[in-house]
């Protein structure tokens, strides 16, 4: 049963934004916090924001912050990573993700995935 849902990854150049979207069932998104993973090829799928259940807190990984940011919009039950700046190590898989409490870092704390979505930032 698919529960989450990226999209809006794609190709850019270096410098470039991309806004990333997690539509997710209601029954997750009014209930659980939310996440965002990337995965590069060859390496571990690693933390990059998470948003409370409210919207209220935030908290963005240090490889991002100050570029990244995560934003809910409640009536359409969807998370989004706004990526500024984007560098050619932005690049990756990246996940949404659904856990029972805020704020967890670790992949293995969240009970529902997205398929990911394609991310490349050329150079």
């Known amino acids: 049963q698919v529960q989450l849902v990226e999209s809006g990854g794609g190709l850019v150049q270096a410098g470039g934004s991309l806004r990333l979207c997690c539509a997710a069932?209601?029954?997750?998104?009014?209930?659980?916090?939310m996440g965002w993973f990337r995965q590069a090829p060859g390496r571990e799928r690693k933390f990059v924001a998470a948003?409370?259940?409210?919207?209220?807190?935030?908290y963005v990984a240090d490889s991002v912050r100050g570029r990244f940011s995560i934003s809910t919009d409640n009536a359409k039950n969807t998370v989004y990573l706004q990526m500024n700046s984007l560098k050619p190590e932005d690049t990756a898989v990246y996940y949404c993700?659904?856990?029972?409490?805020?704020?967890?870092?670790?992949?293995?704390?969240?009970?529902?995935w997205g398929q990911g979505t394609q991310v490349t930032v050329s150079s």
């Open positions: 993700a659904a856990a029972e409490v805020y704020l967890k870092i670790t992949k293995d704390d969240y009970s529902y």
């Open positions: 948003i409370s259940r409210s919207g209220t807190r935030r």
């Open positions: 069932s209601e029954h997750i998104f009014s209930v659980y916090a």
